[in-house]
T-cell receptor, first 111, second 114 residues
Framework: LAKTTQPISMDSYEGQEVNITCSHN???????ITWYQQFPSQGPRFIIQ?????VTNEVASLFIPADRKSSTLSLPRVSLSDTAVYYC????????????WGLGTSLAVNP | ETGVTQTPRHLVMGMTNKKSLKCEQH?????MYWYKQSAKKPLELMFV???????ENNSVPSRFSPECPNSSHLFLHLHTLQPEDSALYLC?????????????FGPGTRLTVL
């Protein structure tokens, strides 16, 4: 099973760039890496997904090195509303795919 | 209504009660999921349905019984729960059952078992 490891918490300030790294040493060839965001009392919400190199959308960037054993979610110029828990999700290939969720990183953005 | 809806949003029940959680998705997706979210633990995938057929049951106790009458609706029937079953129960759906398929989550049902 491809497990993920993330920092439990991070602190930042408004306007800063935040980078959250996820380790997934046992990632399989066909696995994709997906990040979700969750606010209190809400379900998680998709942020970004990638397979290798770099992916960018209007919300974030995702950096994946060549060995794919880790990935970094980059949030540019965070605001107070970015305070949330961020989850790294790695899909597992095979007939019985299991989506493995990390413990999540609790990001606190301070004024 | 759009997206994924869940009812009720909050539920308090005794250990001898029987209750059901309801999930409905208006996205035309084929796969639906039940998750359990407890404090300080990862999201736990409980059940997966794809085209109304259950494809995964991740060692969930029999006091939790899922039902998927069609691709848009998913139920979780609860019976003789334990206090440790108190958690946020999240429903999600995705186009299909693959690691590339974005999951859309409902707001969850906050369950308290007394």
């Amino acid at each position: 099973l491809a497990k993920t490891t993330q920092p439990i918490s991070m602190d930042s300030y408004e306007g800063q760039e935040v980078n959250i790294t996820c380790s997934h040493n046992n990632i399989a060839t066909n696995d994709y890496i997906t990040w979700y965001q969750q606010f209190p009392s809400q379900g998680p919400r998709f942020i970004i997904q990638g397979y290798k190199t770099k992916v960018t959308n209007e919300v974030a960037s995702l950096f994946i090195p060549a060995d794919r054993k880790s990935s970094t979610l980059s949030l540019p110029r965070v605001s107070l509303s970015d305070t949330a828990v961020y989850y790294c999700l790695v899909g597992e290939a095979g007939n019985n795919r299991k989506l493995i969720w990390g413990l999540g990183t609790s990001l606190a953005v301070n004024p | 209504e759009t997206g994924v809806t869940q009812t009720p949003r909050h539920l308090v029940m005794g250990m001898t009660n029987k209750k059901s959680l309801k999930c409905e998705q208006h996205l035309g997706h084929n796969a639906m999921y039940w998750y359990k979210q407890s404090a300080k633990k990862p999201l736990e995938l409980m059940f997966v349905y794809n085209f109304k057929e259950q494809t995964e049951n991740n060692s969930v106790p029999s006091r939790f019984s899922p039902e998927c009458p069609n691709s848009s609706h998913l139920f979780l029937h609860l019976h003789t729960l334990q206090p440790e079953d108190s958690a946020l129960y999240l429903c999600a759906s995705s186009q299909d059952r693959g690691s590339r398929d974005e999951q859309f989550f409902g707001p969850g049902t906050r369950l308290t078992v007394l």
